[in-house]
């Protein structure tokens, strides 16, 4: 596989020096056979120049940044600063209503203990976990993503093919590894964040902390996985996953309001009932 990568560089690389070398002759003002300078025989020498540019300079430049190649990583970037703007100056507001509810509409068949939970969360909860959903707030995990998308796919792009042919596949690479690589950034991010949220009070909470209070739901909320949205007590919009209760009968469809009974540590995830069901119940 490398030896065929290197083969198909070398073609491209000498395609590209003859072409720019016959259209150099063209543009000339000198008139002359196209062959006058003939290129001395043996292997064509490599000219990064031909190919792409490596200095810095283009990246800092307006002009290029507005190009539509560049637009792809620069808007990101712009929404993420808005983003950070408005959380700082204002609060736009979900209309979640986080109350938490009396103790005695917990009592009876309603109450279940973390043990009686069993999971099995799908893979979309799954690599919504490892990206830190749930463990840290939406805006921060968005800020940190769309920023480091829009910065990795910039410094790449800086590294463009000058013929502009070439110029969508290393749009596609750039951003392709530039989600790669935001994604893992964010990851580890998150979980380095997480670390200290419950221990910083004017941020986080524990899971804890979580139950008897209501959430909306987000995912279809099954026996095995669902996602729910919440803010907690100090304003932050929280992304939970949970599971259905066993007391519940059906799926709970998104937009409907919960109440999380219960945590399981082991597997991350809350048990939970519709609010409707569990006035039902205490009634």
């Known amino acids: 596989m490398y030896s065929l990568v290197n083969q198909l560089r070398d073609r491209i690389q000498c395609y590209t020096f003859f072409l720019s070398h016959a259209l150099s002759v063209l543009s000339s003002t000198e008139s002359g056979p196209l062959l006058q300078q003939p290129h001395p025989p043996g292997p064509v020498p490599f000219d990064s120049g031909l190919l792409f540019r490596t200095n810095l300079y283009p990246f800092m430049q307006i002009e290029k ?3 539509w190649q560049n637009l792809v990583f620069v808007l990101p970037m712009v929404f993420a600063l808005i983003m950070l703007a408005i959380s700082m100056f204002g609060d736009a507001g979900s209309g979640d209503h986080d109350h938490e509810l009396d103790s005695h509409h917990f009592e009876g068949d309603g109450v279940y203990t973390a043990e009686d ?5 799908s893979v979309l909860a799954k690599m919504f976990s490892a990206l830190g959903v749930g463990k840290v707030p939406l805006s921060i995990l968005a800020f940190c993503w769309l920023m480091i998308f829009g910065f990795t796919g910039l410094l790449l792009m800086n590294f463009h ?5 070439l110029r969508l596949p290393n749009v ?33 909470e524990r899971r804890q902390d979580f139950i008897n209070r209501e959430a909306e739901v987000r995912y ?6 669902g996602t729910v949205t919440m803010k907690d007590k100090y304003g932050n919009l929280q992304q939970l996953q949970v599971v259905l209760d066993k ?7 998104p937009g409907s309001r919960v109440v999380l009974l219960s945590y399981n540590a082991a597997e991350e995830a809350f048990s939970v009932i519709p609010v409707k069901q569990l006035e039902a119940i205490s009634s």
């Open 117 to 121: 939970v069993s999971t099995d969360p």
């Open 247 to 253: 007391s519940c009968e059906g799926n709970i469809p």
């Open 161 to 165: 093919f000058d013929n502009l042919l």
């Open 220 to 225: 279809t909320v099954t026996s095995n996985s």
């Open 172 to 204: 596609l690479f750039s951003g392709g590894l530039a989600f790669l690589v935001s994604m893992v950034t964010t990851a580890v991010i998150a979980r380095t964040i997480g670390r200290f949220l419950p221990q910083m009070e004017s941020y986080g």
């Open 65 to 67: 940044l507005l190009e």
